[in-house]
């Protein structure tokens, strides 16, 4: 229901990964407006890291180690966790990245940058999406 209404939305880290994964399982977001957090990153500073990890000590240090950090310390994998690990830890993701996404959307409305380029546009995620997927065929 929520990824079907339009109105509503998406905040991603890293959209083009989530995209591929998602259209792969029959999930085709390309109506959705999608608001990535990697690209907002990179529109304050394109020459440092957008990871997940980086963005969280540089934009909310409050939060930095903690989840992640026990995670990998205990997992090699992802499918290596218990099946309720694997969720919080996806749930601890999700919980960042919007308070990632609210920080950055800040940050880039004080620089005055127009924040209408973050926005992943139907048809520029098309042809990402198309490119992605047909590449890795």
Known sequence: PLLADLSVPLVLQNAK???IVLYRHGVNLLDKTIYDTLLLAKLLDETRSADLGSLIERHLPE????YKTD????YDSYTD???EEQMQYACDDIF??????????DKLLKEQIQCKE?????SAAATLLAAAVSSRK
């Open 71 to 74: 995670f990998w310390d205990k």
């Open 96 to 105: 960042i990245t919007d308070k990632l996404f609210i920080v950055l959307m």
């Open 81 to 83: 966790a218990p099946f």
């Open 17 to 19: 990964y989530d995209l």
């Open 63 to 66: 939060l930095s180690g903690g």
């Open 118 to 122: 973050t926005t992943i546009h139907r």
